[in-house]
């Protein structure tokens, strides 16, 4: 019987076994690794996405954020021009009263008596002047608490003036003025203007 020798043929059937199995390693290596690296292009296309949407998000916020400042800076402004307003008003509103003030001074200043200075810090009218003697001061005092733009005076100085050759008394009163409104000037009312006594 003829003796066939198989070890060729099982040594080739053995590298081909190889082969397959280290071409199937490439392969799976080779898949493995442009799986690797289409994750990675799809996580970094999706990290750029999102820092595109952050860019804007943050350019949007900075924005406002401006907006915002400049807001305040305009409530800031408005409110200074309200204020402003209500004090153009309210000078407005007292202006024919502070007319009305100034004519009763005139009449209430008695003969013999002249200011020399009429100064007004809030509602307090400080008023320096000379008068002939401590009489007329009195009556001037009476006139203004009888008087309807001012009240409550107060006489801080009186004193004799050296540089004049009578006997002139320098003088300052202060009083509290009075911006009431029209129908106070009624008739009945006690605190209308009355004739300044002299």
Do not use: C
């Not at 200011?115 to 009489?135: D, F, H, P, W, Y």
């Not at 005092?141 to 050759?165: C, F, G, H, S, Y």
């Not at 009083?175 to 209308?192: C, F, I, R, V, Y």
């Amino acid at each position: 019987m003829a003796h066939i020798n198989l070890l060729p043929w099982r040594q080739e059937q053995r590298r081909e076994r190889q082969r397959q199995f280290f071409t199937m390693m490439g392969l799976s290596a080779l898949l493995m690794v442009l799986i690797v690296v289409a994750v990675h292009l799809q996580y970094s296309r999706m990290i750029s996405s999102q820092n595109g949407r952050n860019t804007y998000l943050q350019t949007q916020i900075d924005e406002l954020n401006t907006r915002l400042a400049k807001i305040k800076i305009l409530e800031k402004e408005r409110e200074k021009l309200a204020k402003r307003i209500n004090k153009i008003k309210e000078l407005q509103a007292n202006r024919p009263k502070i007319v009305q003030m100034f004519d009763e001074l005139v009449r209430i200043i008695p003969d013999g008596m002249y200011l020399t200075l009429l100064q007004q810090k809030g509602k307090t009218i400080r008023m320096e002047g000379v008068a002939q003697s401590n009489e007329r001061v009195s009556s001037f005092m009476r006139n203004i608490d009888e008087a309807a733009t001012l009240a409550k005076p107060v006489l801080e100085v009186i004193k004799q003036d050296p540089k004049t050759p009578e006997d002139d008394r320098l003088f300052i009163v202060t009083a509290q003025q009075e911006l009431g409104s029209p129908d106070e000037e009624a008739p009945n009312n006690p605190k209308a203007p009355k004739k300044p006594k002299q």
